[in-house]
């Protein structure tokens, strides 16, 4: 029976064995393609660029509906200055370390989250809201107290009505109750 050490020694050889036999499969194999490009007059470069052209897109083809509202909705975007052409938000924050950029938008990224005073970061020409300040309140027209006046009246009125009429309904109530009494129809029993 072998001992341990043998097994490790035999798995090392082994090892070794697998090493040099993939480098030859490699070798053979790049021997191959560099015979390739060479009887073709093909470089890297061409490699390269063949490999970074957009491959074919999934999904609905171009001229469809949802594409036609996204350009549209993108067109109001430029016009108004808010935007980018490609939905995004412009940056208004960016990271001097790696050159990271955020919005301001949605979750900040951990390199602005714990940051305190965030106006470092800040890139000139783009504006911070004072978080202190608060937006100006919607000013009341007279169109609008008048409207909200006449509501309240409606209501007051609705809910008079409906105490009128629920005295009523109880008088009524009564009234007949009284002329049952009268009549014998509800008379208690003797005791």
Do not use: C
């Not at 955020?102 to 911070?128: C, H, N, Q």
């Not at 978080?131 to 008079?160: D, I, S």
């Amino acid at each position: 029976m072998p001992t341990l050490e043998q097994i490790q020694a035999k798995l090392r050889k082994l090892k070794s064995q697998e090493e040099t036999l993939i480098a030859k499969r490699n070798q053979s194999v790049l021997d191959n393609i560099r015979k390739l490009m060479e009887a073709h007059g093909l470089t890297t470069a061409d490699i390269d660029a063949h490999l970074s052209t957009p491959r074919k897109r999934r999904g609905r083809p171009a001229g469809s509906a949802v594409k036609l509202a996204k350009a549209q909705k993108s067109a109001k975007a430029k016009s108004s200055g808010t935007a980018t052409g490609n939905g995004k938000l412009p940056a208004k924050y960016r990271d001097p370390k790696t050159g990271a950029t955020w919005s301001g938008w949605a979750r900040p990224p951990l390199w602005i989250k714990d940051v305190k005073d965030r106006s470092k970061f800040l890139i000139s020409g783009s504006t911070e809201i004072d978080p202190a300040r608060k937006p100006a309140a919607k000013k009341v027209t007279r169109k609008n107290a008048a409207a909200k006046t006449a509501g309240a009246k409606k209501l007051t009125t609705k809910r008079a009505f409906a105490a009128k009429a629920g005295r009523k309904s109880a008088k009524a109530n009564i009234v007949n109750q009284e002329s049952a009494d009268a009549s014998g129809l509800y008379a208690t029993p003797a005791v």
